[in-house]
C-alpha cells in the first residue's frame, strides 16, 4: 500500500471547490483529485448545522514523501446507531497504486478510534470493479444490490470492527 497523510480541507478550501473556484494551490492537482462541489458543499451544510468537522470534512490524500495530492476522501456524517458511510475517490491518472486502499484503510482506523464506530459502509456503483476489488480485500461483505436515490444500482458493502478489548 502506499504511504499518504490524509489532511482535512480547510472551510475556506471547500467554499472555494463548492463554487467551482478552487484555491490556486490546488492549480497542480491531477484532474479528479479533487472533491466534487456537491461533496464540498453537503461538508458546508453538515458543518453549518453543527456537525463535528471530523465526521463531514473531506480528507486530501497526499502521497509521502513528495506531498503530491492525489485524492480525497470522507466520512459523510455523523455515525448512527454506530454505522458510518465513507466515500473516497482517486484520480483516475494515479489509480492502481494502492492510494485508496491506504486511504480507506487509514478511516477505518479512524473510525476505530472514534469509539462511536461498530460499522463502516461504502456505497459502490456495481460495475465499479476496482473499488469492489479494494473494499473486499480490505475484509468488508458484500450486501444486496438496491437503486440509490441517484437512481444508480450500487451495492452497501460493511465492515464490522473488531470489538474494542477490555483488559
Known sequence: MAEIDLVPLTEQE????ADLQPADYFAT?????LPPPHVAAR???QLAAGTPPFWCVPFQMVVRPAGALMGGCTFKGVPE???VEIAYGVARSMRGRGIASAAV???LQLAARSGAVQRVVAEIVV?????IRLVSRLG????APFV????????RWTYRLPAARID
Do not use: H, I, K
Open 29 to 33: 492537482a491531477p484532474e479528479g483529485a
Open 140 to 143: 468488508f461483505v458484500a450486501g
Open 81 to 83: 446507531n454506530g454505522e
Open 14 to 17: 471547500l467554499s472555494g471547490l
Open 148 to 155: 440509490d436515490t441517484d437512481g444508480e444500482t450500487v451495492q
Open 105 to 107: 484503510a487509514q478511516l
Open 127 to 131: 460495475d465499479n470493479t476496482p473499488s
Open 43 to 45: 461538508a458546508l451544510r
